[in-house]
């Protein structure tokens, strides 16, 4: 026969702590609440002062009292089959100079070209120096 031996354990109680009161630093209520509506205020009245003093500090003129001169220039109308890299070698010739490719760039820049096509017909300014 076999005996079976049952042994009770008891644990021991857990020991209360007493609660102690955290104490939270006192808020103080702000003298300004502001809503929905008034932060929005305040961000469009910040937006609106940005944009016065960038209107105001950007505004300033570059241009002069007095004129510049006027770079020399003489008008070509463009031929049919003529492009403004031969109009360029041209005038760059014309003028002593070697580099097409400036003289190409200055004409655009003279005339507002976007690209470096020309049309038949159309006048543009050529620099004579």
């Known amino acids: 026969m076999s005996t079976m ?31 929905r509506r008034g932060r929005a205020v305040v961000l469009l009245l910040g937006l609106v002062v940005a944009l016065v003093v960038g209107v105001v500090l950007g505004a300033g003129s570059v241009a002069t009292e007095h ?19 031969d109009i360029a ?9 070697d580099d097409v490719r400036a003289m190409v760039r200055r004409i655009e820049r003279m005339n507002a070209l976007d690209t470096g096509m020309v049309l038949a017909g159309q006048r543009i300014k050529i620099p004579t120096q």
């Open 5 to 35: 031996t049952i042994h009770e354990v008891r644990l021991a109680p857990r020991p209360v702590m007493p609660r102690v009161a955290v104490r939270r630093p006192a808020v103080r209520p702000s003298a300004v609440r502001l809503t």
């Open 67 to 85: 004129p510049g001169t006027p770079e020399p220039t003489r008008i070509v109308m463009v031929g049919s089959g003529e492009t403004l890299w």
């Open 89 to 97: 070698a041209d005038a760059a010739s014309a003028t002593g100079s």
